[in-house]
Structures are given as structure tokens and as C-alpha cells.
């Protein structure tokens, strides 16, 4: 039965743009891996990434989930940062007062436009603080920019 319960990650962004990406499995090692996956797929430092292996504080004790490693992590952190980016490039719009489908993702940032005009330009980091209250929303997007995968492999 364990091996067929489901895993999960939760990758949440702080106002700071510091992330703390939890995991239902037990460390198998790869914690600076899964840091970077979120800084590349995020375009932040990896040491803005705290990975926390069988985070009973996020997903407590007797949950139910399958807490050995998995080979599926490296996919369902992909899938968690891929949710954080299309979230973030509507909070970007709004920010930038453009169609976020108009946007351009490059190197950790929304652009507007071309790069060389820094007021066309959203940070992940300024998403963040934008998401937890500085700006306005969109119709039916909640505030704050987490995500979470739910998986089984």
C-alpha cells in the first residue's frame, strides 16, 4: 500500500522572494538538486531555495503519504515551479499593466516589451512581494504565490 500512496512538494514564495520548497518524502540526498531546479526554473540563487524533506510541519504526521525518495520529485518540482511562473505572469501583467500573454519570461523576469526599459520589467522577487498584498489582483487569483503537486510513480 505505501508504494502506491501518493507524494507531494509545496513550493512556497515568500514576500522576499526566499522559497522554502517542502516535501512529503525523506531526504534521499538530492536536496541542493531540487534547490537548483527551483533557481533555474525560477531564475533566483539556488541559496534562496530551503528544500525540507519530510516537512511534517507543512504536511503533518500520518498523512497518509508515501515518504520514500522518488525518482518523481525532480518532475513534480517542475510542475510546482511551472504553476509559480504562469501565476506570476498574471500578477506581472497586472503589475505592468499589459496582456500577460504579451509578457516575455527571461532570465527570472517578466519583460514587457524589451529589457532595456526597467519600469517593462517584474522580478520574480517583485512578483512575490506584488502577490502577498502590494498590488492588485486579477478576478478569481488569490493572493500570495505558492504551489503544490500532488504525484505518485
Do not use: C
Amino acid at each position: 500500500m505505501a508504494n502506491e500512496a501518493y507524494r507531494a512538494v509545496f513550493l512556497r514564495v515568500h514576500p522576499t522572494g526566499k522559497m522554502v520548497l517542502s516535501l512529503t518524502s525523506e531526504s534521499d540526498g538530492k536536496e541542493r538538486e531540487y534547490a537548483q531546479l527551483v533557481a533555474d526554473a525560477l531564475g533566483i540563487p539556488a541559496l534562496d531555495v530551503k528544500v525540507v524533506p519530510a516537512d511534517t510541519d507543512r504536511f503533518g504526521v500520518g498523512h497518509g503519504y508515501n515518504t520514500s525518495p522518488s525518482e518523481g520529485a525532480p518532475a513534480a518540482i517542475a510542475s510546482a515551479t511551472g504553476k509559480i511562473r504562469d501565476k506570476a505572469q498574471l500578477l506581472a501583467g497586472m503589475a505592468l499593466e499589459a496582456p500577460p500573454e504579451t509578457l516575455s519570461w527571461s532570465r527570472g523576469a517578466w519583460v514587457n516589451g524589451s529589457r532595456s526599459d526597467p519600469t517593462q520589467v517584474k522580478t520574480i522577487e517583485e512578483i512575490a512581494l506584488y502577490a502577498h498584498g502590494s498590488g492588485a489582483l486579477p478576478p478569481g487569483v488569490e493572493g500570495g504565490l505558492d504551489a503544490q503537486t500532488v504525484y505518485r510513480d
